[in-house]
């Protein structure tokens, strides 16, 4: 076993930020995902961090909900790439 129950991590390099999907285990031997980001700090000297844990029982409810996020995402940019468009119709 990894760092503090970690069993399995994976990093997205996303320009100034870095996600970690980290899979662990808590001491009951209850599996749980912990999404984190991590980005420099105002200054530079460090960095600063933020954490959504998602336990076993809610991870497809939580994907179902971050689908429905992204398709609503999508859809808006269409919406306003389609208003752009629009503008400068003759």
């Known amino acids: 076993m990894g760092t503090r129950g970690e069993l399995f991590s994976s990093k997205v390099f996303a320009g100034k930020r870095t996600y970690f999907f980290n899979v662990k285990e808590n ?30 029982e809610d991870l497809y409810r939580f994907l179902n ?20 468009l629009g503008s400068f119709r003759l």
């Open 27 to 56: 001491r009951y031997g209850e599996l749980f995902l912990a999404i984190v980001e991590s980005r420099k700090d105002e200054l530079g000297e460090g960095f600063e961090r933020d954490q959504v844990v998602v336990y076993r």
């Open 65 to 84: 909900g971050l689908r429905e996020a992204l398709k609503e995402i999508e859809r808006l940019e269409q919406e306003r790439s389609d208003d752009e």
